[in-house]
């Protein structure tokens, strides 16, 4: 079972507390209730060795971008093969586009049918539209994913989720329970200068029902994402407060790389594993064994 108190779902079979009916298979996870989960991006020029090397450090969860149609069987058999599943599934939104809710709608579809995720990541803006019309787009965006027991989070992004404030008055306004937060545990320093990330996450604590762990070394606008635990960003006090408040979800391993290096394909893998292992020397995310 991978339920999320945060946000009242169950991937288990049965009917979640909107009575919208969940059929997916139940999520395989450690005790805690987080799951452990890697951006296919994080291994950079190693991404065609990435399920083979999760499967073996046993992660056992992706954040897979929604392919085009041809493309998706490929990707769902190699997931397949190596007893990986989506987590989370990329998906864009644009808040001004006129046909937003159909284009979610189909691709909520998709992400619940086909990759049996019930989270969609995404970025939104407001692309210059009055705060007003951007809550009324997302609550748009809300029905359609929700139709299909679908979860729209939001990242830690200008200029709706700029900062722990922010997040929570566009939650606030926004007030729909498929529309809520992707917390990124680096984003919130490169957006905001001087800022105690914990702080900044506790404001936004209600709505999280996925993260992104990613470091950095420096902060504000500075493009350095080093491996986890290589920067400032506390993880073992990031991880026990989502613990403290019951959170049961996806934290999704993000390692954007330092502006300016050269890594071999071998160094950007080897990375990732470090970071897996940073984050099991501090108690969490036990590896897995293959999901069917």
């Known amino acids: 079972m991978w339920a999320n108190v945060n946000c009242g779902w169950d991937r288990s079979a049965g009917e979640d507390s909107r009575g919208v009916e969940v059929t997916g298979e139940a999520m395989v996870t450690p005790s805690d209730g987080m799951v452990l989960s890697c951006r296919p991006a994080s291994f950079h020029a190693a991404q ?16 897979p971008s929604l392919p085009d149609p041809a493309e998706a069987g490929a990707l769902l058999a190699q997931l397949r ?17 006129a046909h937003m809710p159909k284009t979610m709608d189909e691709a909520a579809r998709a992400v619940r049918e086909e990759w049996g995720a019930q989270i969609i990541f995404t970025s939104a803006k407001t692309n210059g539209a009055p705060l007003p019309s951007a809550y009324d787009a997302l609550r748009r965006a809300g029905d359609a994913v929700g139709r299909h027991g679908v979860t729209l989070v939001l990242e ?6 700029t900062s722990g404030a922010v997040a929570a008055q566009t939650m606030r306004a926004v007030n729909h329970p498929h529309v809520r937060i992707n ?8 957006y905001n200068e001087n800022v105690d990330g914990l ?14 762990l990613k470091d950095t070394s420096t902060g504000f606008h500075a493009w350095n994402f ?19 408040v019951g959170f049961r979800g996806p934290c999704t ?25 940073y984050l099991r020397s ?6 897995l064994p293959p999901l069917s």
Request: proline residues 5%.
């Open 48 to 63: 065609k060795e990435m399920f083979a090397r999760l499967a073996d450090w046993g992660v056992r969860y992706v954040e």
């Open 81 to 97: 093969q190596h007893g990986l599943r989506a987590a989370t599934v990329q998906v864009p939104l644009n808040l001004v586009d």
């Open 156 to 161: 830690t992004h200008p200029d709706l989720v």
């Open 183 to 190: 917390w990124d545990t680096a984003n919130i320093h490169y």
């Open 199 to 212: 702080y900044e996450m506790e404001a936004t604590l209600p709505w999280i029902t996925a993260v992104h």
């Open 226 to 244: 080093p491996g986890l635990g290589e920067g400032k960003v506390d993880f073992g006090a990031i991880l026990a407060r989502l613990q403290e």
């Open 253 to 277: 391993m993000e390692i954007e790389g330092v502006q300016g290096e050269s890594l071999s394909p071998a160094e950007h893998a080897e990375r990732v594993h470090r970071s897996v292992l």
């Open 282 to 287: 501090l108690g969490y995310f036990p590896a």
